[in-house]
């Protein structure tokens, strides 16, 4: 474990930092931003590789500690609504993208499993009527075990998922209390070894520290508990704790939390329990068995990441649809309406549900390639950057180079003329290091809206 920990250097830079899912951030998205620019991107894009992500926004029920783009409903039919509009968009996008190949599909959201077997047919063939779904494509899904049978996982092997991620959390029933999200451990444990019966490639279970009356011991019995399960793949988050921004953590009270001290050992302790298990440490917050794609994909150095987090298909645009959705595709982002209202009055009024997003910039686009190599492969090619780009990088990067003076100075970071490489222990701080590269997020009024690294 020691190898990616120093709490003395995690505590100096445990300031507010992006999380880089792309770069520029959302907070550089503009509605001056038009359909017109899309259909550009697709006509120009180089790829011809597809991944779509579709946000499904409903839950049945609203976890405390969560920060996400939902909507809290008991009723079903409201799905069936939403199903109606997203079929308008997919028809829609579908135009554009019909010399593309769909390789990865992937439900967010909300909750995605909280829709029926029904509507989730009617779904999967709205996707296989409309785009080049290939036999072999990622099909991954975000499960909710309160809501659903085992039989649940039957119905989505049957309609072509081969990928799913449970929300965990914290296995304790006090801390599932507090955030309104309890919950069987083993019925979990039941869905992971379903998933297996069923040969579904991958399984993913989420953990948060830092939620209320987490200590090292409860922390502890979680980590044994889903280690028992073997998934291929564990997310270890850090719960930001942002009342003002998210009205539903105003239940959770200030003095059930761990203290700063306390959060970063659960941290430290799950770091070195999943490691010493046999788990390859992924990017900064993800864990996978030494055979997964994810863990090949680290060593061999063409991990990417993008809006899922981190991903091995670098090489498609991304489509996303539904109601928030973010897309990437060529060298543009964009980002569908936020509100369920404006999201189904812009497709009636419109026909797409465009709200904002972004032109990169020549220089936007040097930077993002360096930013992804610093939080996916710890290290910088610079002789690569300055022949593909034409720059002579000391130069073009000297205020960049000028941020990364501290972090030399502590050992996280060397720089020759060949790489610039990020040490085994800055692995939790590189999205401090990322940010040196970052030509918008040094003005304190957007480092504020981030939340803080640990």
């Known amino acids: 474990m020691q190898e990616f920990i120093d709490p003395a250097l995690i505590k100096k830079y445990n300031t507010n930092a992006p999380r880089y899912t792309s770069y520029p951030t959302a907070l550089s998205f503009s509605e001056d931003f038009y359909r017109d620019d899309i259909i550009h991107a697709v006509q120009t894009s180089g790829k011809r590789d597809l991944s779509l992500y579709i946000h499904i926004p409903f839950c049945h029920s609203l976890c405390y500690y969560c920060g996400c783009n939902k909507i809290v409903t008991r009723h079903q ?15 829609q996008q579908a ?32 996707l296989r009527k409309h785009f080049c779904v290939m036999l072999d494509a990622e099909f991954g899904i975000e499960i909710d075990p309160r809501r659903i049978s085992l039989d649940y996982l039957d119905h989505l092997r049957h309609v072509g998922f081969n990928r799913i991620s449970i929300g965990v959390q914290d296995t304790d029933t006090k801390v599932q209390q507090a955030i309104n999200r309890v919950q069987s451990t083993e019925f979990v444990a039941s869905l992971v070894e379903r998933a297996k019966q069923l040969g579904f490639s991958s399984v993913n279970l989420d953990l948060i520290y830092g939620l209320p009356w987490q200590n090292r011991q409860t922390f502890a019995t979680t980590l044994d508990q889903v280690l028992t399960m073997m ?50 440490f992924i990017g900064m917050d993800h864990f996978a068995q030494p055979t997964d794609e994810l ?55 419109k026909d797409h549900a465009l709200a904002k997003g972004v032109l990169l910039t020549n220089d936007d686009i040097i930077r993002a390639g360096i930013i992804k190599d610093i939080m996916c492969n710890s290290r910088v090619n610079i002789a690569e950057v300055e022949r593909d780009f034409g720059i002579r990088f000391n130069e073009y990067f000297a205020d960049a180079l000028g941020r990364l003076v501290p972090f030399i100075r502590d050992g996280l970071v060397s720089v020759n003329d060949k790489y610039i490489r990020i040490s085994d222990k800055a692995r939790l701080l590189v999205r401090n290091i990322a940010m040196a590269f970052d030509a918008y997020a040094h003005h304190e009024d957007q480092r504020q809206r981030f939340s803080k690294v640990m």
């Open 77 to 91: 039919d409201k799905a069936d609504i939403y199903l109606d509009y997203l079929e308008k968009e997919i028809e």
């Open 95 to 126: 135009r554009l993208f019909r010399h593309y190949k769909v390789r990865q599909v992937h439900l967010g959201g909300g909750t995605p499993s909280f829709l029926s077997p029904l509507q989730m047919n009617r779904l999967m063939s709205m």
């Open 231 to 280: 998934p291929e793949r564990l997310s270890l988050f850090s719960y930001a704790h942002l009342p003002s921004r998210f009205a539903a953590q105003r239940k959770i009270r200030d003095e059930w939390l761990p203290d700063a001290e306390t959060k970063s050992q659960l941290m430290f302790q799950a770091i070195d329990t999943l490691t010493r298990a046999g788990y390859e």
């Open 295 to 349: 863990a090949k994909a680290q060593k061999a150095g063409n991990l990417h990441r993008n809006f899922q987090g981190y991903t091995t298909l670098g090489e498609c645009d991304l489509l996303g649809l539904g109601v928030s959705s973010i897309s990437a595709i060529g060298n543009t982002f964009s980002q569908n309406h936020k509100e369920l209202k404006d999201y189904y009055v812009s497709l009636d009024e």
